[in-house]
């Protein structure tokens, strides 16, 4: 069954569309993949250490009556992203939204970072993300979304020892604005969301960052990965049509 021929009972804005979110076993990823399906897309998601929490992501969408699979792919491994991109378009019959969600966060002292924690944090964040983009570039047509989860530490950094994540970060919004002029006259848009503080496995909310940048957080809290996959929903449907190139901070104003 392709995504065009996935049965819905009513109209939702991402009927027919075939999505794949990576790194959306957890967290904002996860939030993203079950958003997207509630909206009607034929949902993908890649995994790399966490099968069972992929497994409950797809078991809730189908639960939901929609369409969903997981696929296990290190995000740092191109071989294996540009298999889950085959994989997606051989299941669905086509690629219509990526979200590059997959990332880790490594880091410390600039003079204490582990040249291999280095290369690792590169070949997730930022080669995971370029070989996923290019991959699915082969297969969408117009109305084609690519949708990049940054980091509003791009932007404001509350806190030292991230030097080496927002290397990563900043390297994806550079990407993005001139990705657009490739794929602009395709008609595919390409936006980044940069989320803030929020409550994820990674960053919980409590958690020892949540002790520093808590206070900064204008509207008093931490961001729920829902909020996000939010304004990733709106990136992917046909309202954001004319919505290409931007950095879309998510962030409670933490960076106002």
């Given at each position: ?8 009972t ?10 794949l ?10 939030a ?16 790399s ?9 797809v ?17 740092g ?10 994989r ?6 086509s ?8 990332g ?5 002292p600039?003079e204490?970072?582990d040249?291999?924690?280095?290369e690792?944090?590169i070949?997730v964040n ?21 949708i ?17 994540y ?8 550079g ?5 657009v002029?490739?794929?602009g006259?395709?008609?595919?848009t390409v936006?980044?969301v ?7 496995d ?15 957080m204008a ?12 304004v ?8 954001a ?9 998510a962030?409670g104003?933490?960076t106002?």
């Amino acid at each position: 069954m392709t995504a065009s021929q996935y049965p819905l009972t009513r109209h939702l804005p991402l009927t027919g569309k075939a999505a794949l979110v990576t790194g959306g076993s957890r967290s904002i990823g996860a939030a993203i993949a079950k958003r997207l399906a509630a909206d009607g897309a034929a949902v993908a998601i890649t995994y790399s250490a966490s099968p069972d929490k992929a497994a409950e992501v797809v078991a809730t969408i189908t639960a939901d009556g929609g369409l969903a699979i997981a696929i296990e792919a290190d995000a740092g491994n191109p071989g294996a992203v540009r298999a889950a991109i085959e994989r997606t378009v051989a299941e669905f019959g086509s690629l219509d939204i990526l979200v590059n969600n997959a990332g880790i966060a490594l880091g410390g002292p600039i003079e204490a970072i582990d040249f291999r924690d280095y290369e690792r944090m590169i070949a997730v964040n930022v080669t995971g993300t370029f070989v996923a983009t290019q991959e699915a570039a082969r297969h969408m047509t117009t109305g084609g979304r690519i949708i990049n989860i940054g980091s509003s530490m791009a932007r404001y950094a509350a806190f030292g020892g991230a030097s080496l994540y927002t290397l990563t970060k900043g390297a994806i919004a550079g990407f993005n604005r001139s990705l657009v002029r490739d794929l602009g006259p395709r008609g595919i848009t390409v936006n980044t969301v940069h989320p803030g503080p929020t409550d994820t496995d990674m960053n919980p909310d409590g958690g020892p960052v949540s002790q520093i940048v808590g206070p900064g957080m204008a509207i008093g809290r931490y961001g729920k990965p829902h909020e996000i996959a939010s304004v990733v929903a709106y990136l992917a449907s046909p309202e954001a049509s004319f919505v290409t190139g931007a950095d879309l901070i998510a962030d409670g104003g933490f960076t106002a």
